[in-house]
């Protein structure tokens, strides 16, 4: 499984971004996705997660400007990101894993499979 995250870069307060996150493999319909991001020097943070069915959690932090979305045609996964706060720098992370039951999580510990990262400054 590789995943291959992509969309990051420097916008301003209060602009957007959309991350994707591409995954070769020949299950991605199957898997539990999710976007976690970590600041240097602190624990990475749970952002949005979609389950194969396609229902969706995400933090609080975030709820109401970043949405999560997979296309199973593309086995690609997104992060539609609103209104961009300075808070939400970090690196953003692509993560999958698989279980016999559609599930969604935002802990880092329910994900085996992980991207390099992409990061995001808004400043």
């Known amino acids: 499984v590789q995943l291959v995250e992509s969309g990051g870069g420097l916008v301003q307060p209060g602009g957007s971004l959309r991350l994707s996150c591409a995954a070769r493999?020949?299950?991605?319909?199957?898997?539990?996705m999710g976007w976690i991001r970590q600041v240097s020097g602190k624990e990475r943070e749970g952002v949005a997660g979609?389950?194969?069915?396609?229902?969706?959690t995400y933090a609080d932090t975030v709820k109401g400007r970043f949405t999560i979305s997979r296309d199973n045609a593309k086995n690609t996964l997104y992060l539609q990101m609103n209104s961009l706060k300075p808070d939400d720098t970090a690196m953003y992370y692509c993560a999958a894993d698989w279980t016999p039951r559609p599930f969604y999580s935002l802990r880092e510990a329910d994900y085996g499979y992980w991207g390099q990262g992409t990061q995001v400054t808004v400043s």
């Open positions: 979609i389950s194969s069915v396609g229902t969706t």
């Open positions: 493999t020949g299950t991605f319909r199957s898997a539990c």
